[in-house]
Nanobody, 115 residues
Framework: QVQLVESGGGLVQAGGSLRLSCAASRSIFNINTMAWYRQAPGKQRELVALITSGGTTNYAESVKGRFTISRDNAVNTVYLQMNSLKPEDTAVYYC?????????WGQGTQVTVSS
């Protein structure tokens, strides 16, 4: 079992930046997939960014070039650096972990981008 705790959300003006953190309760060194999803009110949860244990990344087209996912295995933390934020980025952002066995979700952190 692994617990994921997100932090770093808040209110920011369009064009601003935030960095989200996802702290895991145990080692993520061998966890293949760590990711960030987001869910806006009335919309389905969508994949924002993914990073593998080898450091390979993938991004949703809507955030490519603006967001950067990274992982620091030494401190069991995954980050999402969000730059040039837009109002349409407003959502609850969730950390996600998947390897062999069950998948895990964090509780979410709210990001609100004002115009």
């Amino acid at each position: 079992q692994v617990q994921l705790v997100e932090s770093g959300g808040g209110l920011v003006q369009a064009g601003g930046s935030l960095r989200l953190s996802c702290a895991a309760s145990r080692s993520i060194f061998n966890i293949n997939t760590m990711a960030w999803y987001r869910q806006a009110p009335g919309k389905q949860r969508e994949l924002v960014a993914l990073i593998t244990s080898g450091g390979t990344t993938n991004y949703a087209e809507s955030v490519k070039g603006r967001f950067t996912i990274s992982r620091d295995n030494a401190v069991n933390t995954v980050y999402l650096q969000m730059n040039s934020l837009k109002p349409e980025d407003t959502a609850v952002y969730y950390c996600y972990s998947r390897d062999t066995g069950p998948s895990y979700w964090g509780q979410g952190t709210q990001v609100t981008v004002s115009s």
